[in-house]
């Protein structure tokens, strides 16, 4: 374990313990059973430093969580963990692994439910290039054929809002975190899709910046 992930792990043990007996608590004075408000527990307790309670990400290198599809959140979280068997993560993030390790399944419907519910908010952008958005449209709208990349809209559609538990919205998502995805696809860090795989590795520095900058203005 390098020292970035034993800091980690040692926060990690401190909140679980923290969050433990706090659900518990909390759970006794309602003594009724009410996800979302357990959901929004977990994510003051554990996510909102990056993530926020609101869900309005508080750097662009966190993904805005907010409005996102439930399903695909759950399937997230899931593929951050290590499973047995596997020599790493469908998903290589060493500070979401050490999240995912001090929840539990409950805790995971309860907080994607909750972040889930929250109103989706516009994305942060760099437009370091003020071509960069049209040609983003121009492939988000229409793929590059010749070089076999789809149109984005096929699958995420017209207006980026995906299909609930099959695609996720990109909509008004942060440029950078959607870029260092695109990025992951195409480095094969983030295996947990082949389509996104190949779709990744045929575009190229640009055109990622592009597509990121148009998505997060996307409403
Ligand atoms: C220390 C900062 C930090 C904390 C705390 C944190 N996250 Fe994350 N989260 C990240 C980063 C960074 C990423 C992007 C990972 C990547 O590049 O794959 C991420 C990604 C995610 C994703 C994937 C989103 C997508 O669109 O695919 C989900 C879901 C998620 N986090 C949920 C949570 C939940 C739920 C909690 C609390 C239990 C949490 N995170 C706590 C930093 C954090
Ligand atoms: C054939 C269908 C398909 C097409 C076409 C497609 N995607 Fe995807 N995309 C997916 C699926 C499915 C996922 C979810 C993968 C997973 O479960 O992690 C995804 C995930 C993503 C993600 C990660 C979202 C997040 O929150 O982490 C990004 C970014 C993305 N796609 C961008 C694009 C872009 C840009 C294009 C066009 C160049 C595109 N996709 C075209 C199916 C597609």
Same mark, same amino acid.
């Given at each position: ?45 554990? @996510? *909102?430093? &990056? /993530?926020?309670? +609101? ?6 290198? !966190? =993904?805005? #969580?907010? $409005? %996102? ?82 149109? @984005? *809209?096929? &699958? /995420?559609?017209? +207006? ?6 099959? !695609? =996720?919205? #990109?909509? $008004? %998502? ?46």
């Amino acid at each position: 374990m390098d020292r970035i992930s034993k800091i980690f792990a040692a926060t990690s043990i401190a909140l679980s313990i923290f969050a433990a007996s706090f659900f518990a608590k909390a759970t006794d004075m309602l003594s009724i059973k009410s996800d979302l408000k357990r959901g929004q527990a977990v994510a003051a307790q554990v @996510c *909102v430093s &990056c /993530h926020a309670i +609101d869900a309005k990400s508080l750097s662009e290198v !966190y =993904p805005s #969580l907010a $409005g %996102q599809h439930a399903d695909y959140l759950y399937q997230q979280l899931k593929d951050f963990q290590l499973q047995p068997g596997a020599q790493e993560p469908q998903r290589n993030n060493k500070i979401m692994e050490a999240m995912v390790a001090i929840l539990s399944d409950q805790d995971m419907r309860d907080v994607v439910d909750y972040y889930a519910s929250q109103k989706e908010q516009r994305g942060l952008a760099h437009h370091d290039n003020p071509n960069s958005s049209i040609l983003g449209e121009k492939i988000f709208r229409g793929g590059i054929s010749q070089k076999g990349v789809p149109a @984005c *809209v096929a &699958c /995420h559609g017209p +207006d980026g809002g995906g299909m609930p538990s099959q !695609y =996720p919205r #990109l909509r $008004g %998502q942060n440029s950078a975190y959607t870029q260092a995805q695109l990025i992951a696809f195409r480095d094969e860090t983030r295996v947990n899709n082949v389509a996104m795989q190949v779709i990744a590795s045929r575009l190229s520095d640009d055109e990622i910046m592009a597509l990121a900058d148009y998505i997060a203005d996307l409403r």
